[in-house]
């Protein structure tokens, strides 16, 4: 991954997770809690692609692994994102822009229920019960019905801070060379002097001086015969 998809992607995740932690656990919302980690997850995938959204769900979910108060074994978390941002990179459009909110929706709904799922299989599989005692088709309802009536608060800005990252043009130079020229480009576009763009820029000024100056002498001399 690039740098700047590594350094906006980790800050969104610790954003969305102290706001999980902090702010949505605690409404006591009946079921399931808002997954705003899964959303953020989501609205990176739908960028960056398959290889991408693994990435980043395998991080977000390591880190609400480990992140208190987990009460669960740490990587049972990291391994369901992983997996729900791997299939919605999947979805990823190919222009990069989205036709309608259709598809964004049913991708928060298919990664909701998804998700509960998994979580529950995977605890089951490490002796976690705790799913069959709140009920699962309980958990599938809520946890799809609130994160879709979360979705359109979270995802498409999600989306637009990554294609913005996307087409930062920092982010296309690898060399000093390319960070002088944009570093100039931008000095030339406040002041209105071409400095870089062309060689000779600052002797191509000089010329016209002297050219100005011998212009006048001459008619400074006509005027004196």
């Known amino acids: 991954m690039r740098v700047n998809r590594i350094l906006l992607s980790s800050a969104l995740v610790v954003v969305a997770l102290v706001l999980q932690v902090s702010v949505l656990a605690r409404l006591h919302l009946p079921g399931a809690v808002p997954d705003l980690l899964l959303l953020t997850v989501l609205g990176l995938a739908l960028v960056y692609g398959h290889v991408g959204g693994a990435l980043v769900g395998f991080g977000a979910g390591l880190l609400a692994d480990l992140a208190p108060p987990a009460d669960h074994a740490a990587g049972r978390y990291a391994l369901v994102l992983c997996v729900i941002g791997y299939l919605a990179g999947l979805a990823k459009p190919e222009n990069g822009r989205l036709k309608s909110a ?6 928060v709904v298919a990664a909701a229920i998804g998700t509960t799922l998994l979580y529950a299989g995977v605890g089951a599989l490490v ?3 705790a799913a069959r005692h709140v009920g699962l088709g309980s958990l599938l309802f809520t946890a799809a019905l609130y994160d879709l009536l979360l979705a359109p608060f979270v ?3 999600i989306m637009a801070l990554a294609r913005r990252a996307e087409n930062d043009p920092l982010a296309e130079t690898g060399s000093p060379a390319n960070s002088a020229n944009i570093s100039s480009g931008w000095l030339s ?5 071409k400095i870089g763009g062309q060689r000779g820029g600052l002797g191509s000024l000089k010329t016209k001086a ?4 011998a212009r006048v002498g001459r008619i400074k001399g006509v005027k004196r015969l």
């Open 102 to 107: 259709t598809g964004p929706m049913v991708v």
């Open 127 to 129: 002796g976690d019960t």
């Open 155 to 157: 995802v498409p800005g």
């Open 189 to 193: 576009s406040g002041t209105g002097l």
């Open 210 to 213: 002297r050219t100005r100056t």
